[in-house]
């Protein structure tokens, strides 16, 4: 069987500049066993599956792959597969919204203009959020081999994908990072966690933030621009109150390590809830065999 695939740039206007991820558009028929195969076999940070929805408020389902496990949620994928359905003619904005079905239980997805002008977005799954003790903080350090800024403890954030969360001191500093990719595959398994989340404050108005995003345990070293990494960082804003009262409204930057330009709009509300959005554009089409 031949199955429309594509892949989508996320996070991005310009081909080649935010975050792949592969989607499989014609899904039915495809076991649990071959999804993540395909999956490995991409090797990108996540691939997609698309399929009938199940529930009949959605309208279509998700599932999502690393190279090597699934994953109930996932922010990049959740954007472009939006987008991939859209372009293809398999959904259709009801008020503006798509309803997305996944590991999680339904995401809404707000659509707004068209084509190349399109923007989507979505609201992060309610956050459970735990501060790290001491113990993990301190071989956190030893895995990024740079001091946190403990002034906002590190915590772990968990979205559906669970991220370990920390501020450092300034960008230069992010920038520089070269984590130990091994001890951080132990950190986090033993943890459970995702990977990690971390960021600094710009000192420009381009942007508010700069990005990274580690997953090593998933066999992704640095995800180039994540979208459940950064709404953990903006649940961890939240919390720990680094950003303004009331509704907060921001751009992070993610990728520039890994040769990217991500973009990434956030939004926080006053309760804390918080969307997630950027454009997308199709890199890739053709037909998948198999």
């Not at 239980?105 to 203009?113: A, F, I, P, Q, R």
Request: hydrophobic share 40%; proline share 6%; with cysteine.
């Amino acid at each position: 069987m031949q199955r429309t695939y594509k892949v989508v740039d996320v996070f991005t206007k310009m081909p080649f500049a935010g975050n792949p991820v592969a989607v499989v558009l014609d899904a039915q028929g495809l076991d649990t066993q071959t999804m993540q195969a395909i999956a490995r076999w991409t090797n990108l940070s996540e691939t997609t599956f698309l399929l009938p929805a199940q529930n009949a408020e959605a309208d279509y389902q998700l599932r999502i792959f690393t190279p090597r496990n699934e994953l109930p949620f996932a922010g990049h994928p959740t954007l472009g597969s939006a987008h991939a359905a859209l372009e293809a003619g398999r959904a259709t904005p009801r008020q503006g919204q798509l309803v997305q079905e996944c590991g999680v239980g339904l995401v809404t997805l707000n659509v707004s203009g068209s084509g190349k002008d399109r923007s989507l977005s979505f609201t992060l799954p309610p956050a459970r959020h735990a501060e790290l003790d001491e113990a993990d903080i301190e071989d956190l350090e030893a895995i990024l081999g740079a001091p946190v800024d403990r002034t906002a403890r590190p915590m772990m954030v968990d979205v559906g994908p669970v991220w370990v969360v920390a501020r450092l001191k300034s960008v230069e500093q992010l920038l520089a990072l070269r984590p130990d990719f091994g001890r951080s595959q132990v950190f986090e398994h033993r943890l459970g966690a995702t990977g990690i989340s971390v960021f600094a404050t710009h000192g420009h108005d381009d942007a508010d933030i700069e990005v990274r995003s580690f997953a090593a345990s998933q066999g992704v070293n640095e995800d180039p621009v994540c979208g459940s990494g950064n709404g953990s960082v903006a649940v961890f804003r939240h919390v720990q109150g680094l950003l303004p009262p009331g509704q907060a409204h921001y751009l992070a930057t993610q990728g520039r390590c890994v040769g990217r330009n991500g973009r990434v709009s956030v939004r926080v509300g006053a309760d804390g809830a918080v969307d997630v959005g950027g454009q997308c554009v199709t890199t890739v089409e053709g037909r998948l065999a198999g």
